[in-house]
């Protein structure tokens, strides 16, 4: 039996840095509303000739790198992101270019914030099936650039960034479980409702949200979809290491780990450095704690992510 296993991370963050303070130079907030209602201390900005594609790279090229193997042995290549470089061809695609290699499928899924997830339970279940040894899975975004930044009930909360994983093919199970599940009666809650058409931008190209709502269905169903995925592979809250959740408000990321018993030292909390990189969050964030030795062999870690649409999901990971 084919089981699959991360076999190595990596991630990037461009270079420049906003922190609060340069915000409160954009719009009227504070450095202490902002850290007081979401954790978040600084974000990453992408320069102009930055592109997501860019970003993916980097973070692609180290989790390559750590797992051992050639870019060349990539037999799948998928990307989470909300940012695409362009309506058509793919993140993935321009991805593959990047790396030099060609001939293996490469797409893009749109799960917004909880894309990365949503990307690791599918190509789990390619490598599981045998279509590919080595599959490389990312979550890529340039937040900045579907930002209002005149808004500063949004443009405060997100950030620039990428992280990758190698998904491999192994004889002992790496991933344990995953459950997806997606709300669609909740599309107006996060959005950037703006269409293309005919040449214009209709409608708004920038993130709207309802803070409020979004805060209230992202506690509850991150704390339910780790519940709902723990006895399913025969496992108990006590049994988790790390619980990493999508990195958006660290008081979201408190509020779930209250509802599941856990305490705050078994969470991988990322958000004040990064701020909210949408599908970009999770893999960050399992990059660091796996490089700053956190995350040991043996470990199980949990990623749970949520994001518009809504969708919400979570896989369980022996390491
Ligand atoms: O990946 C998922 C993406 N989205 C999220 O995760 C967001 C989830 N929601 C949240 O994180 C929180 O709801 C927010 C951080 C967005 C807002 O926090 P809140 O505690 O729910 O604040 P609020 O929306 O109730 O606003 C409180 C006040 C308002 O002023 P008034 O009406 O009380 O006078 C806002 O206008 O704070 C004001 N406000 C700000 N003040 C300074 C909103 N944004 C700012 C700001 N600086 N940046």
């Not at 093919?169 to 809650?189: M, S, V, Y």
């Not at 991150?222 to 399913?232: C, G, R, W």
């Not at 660091?288 to 896989?315: M, P």
């Amino acid at each position: 039996m084919i089981h699959s296993r991360i076999a190595g991370t990596g991630s990037y963050l461009p270079a420049k840095v906003l922190t609060n303070a340069d915000l409160e130079q954009i719009v009227e907030t504070s450095d202490d509303w902002i850290q007081s209602r979401t954790g978040i201390r600084q974000r990453h900005i992408a320069a102009d000739d930055e592109l997501g594609s860019d970003l993916a790279l980097h973070a692609s090229k180290a989790a390559i790198a750590a797992a051992g193997i050639d870019a060349a042995d990539i037999g799948l290549i998928i990307v989470a992101t909300t940012t695409p470089d362009m309506i058509f061809p793919s993140t993935a695609c321009a991805l593959q270019a990047k790396l030099g290699v060609a001939g293996c499928p490469a797409f893009d899924v749109q799960a917004v914030c909880s894309g990365f997830v949503y990307a690791l339970a599918t190509a789990d279940l390619y490598v599981r099936a045998g279509h590919c040894k080595h599959a490389l899975v990312v979550g890529a975004e340039v937040y900045s650039r579907i930002l209002d930044w005149t808004d500063r009930g949004t443009c405060v909360l997100f950030g620039d960034g990428a992280g990758a994983v190698v998904l491999s093919a192994a004889e002992e199970p790496g991933i344990l479980g995953a459950r997806l599940h997606a709300d669609g009666a909740h599309l107006g809650i996060l959005s950037v409702p703006g269409q293309v058409r005919n040449g214009v931008v209709t409608g708004s190209p920038f993130v709207t949200m309802e803070g409020n709502a979004v805060f209230r269905f992202a506690v509850r169903v991150l704390a339910d979809v780790v519940d709902e995925l723990l006895p399913a592979c025969n496992l108990t809250r006590a049994d988790i290491d790390w619980l990493i959740p999508h990195q958006a408000n660290v008081r979201i990321i408190e509020a779930t780990a209250k509802r599941l018993g856990m305490p705050m030292d078994k969470v991988v909390v990322t958000v004040g450095m990064h701020g909210n990189t949408s599908a970009a969050s999770i893999p960050l964030a399992l990059d660091c704690a796996v490089r700053d030795g956190r995350i040991q062999r043996g470990h199980r870690v949990i990623l749970a992510g949520v994001g518009g649409g809504f969708t919400w999901g979570a896989v369980v990971v022996r390491w």
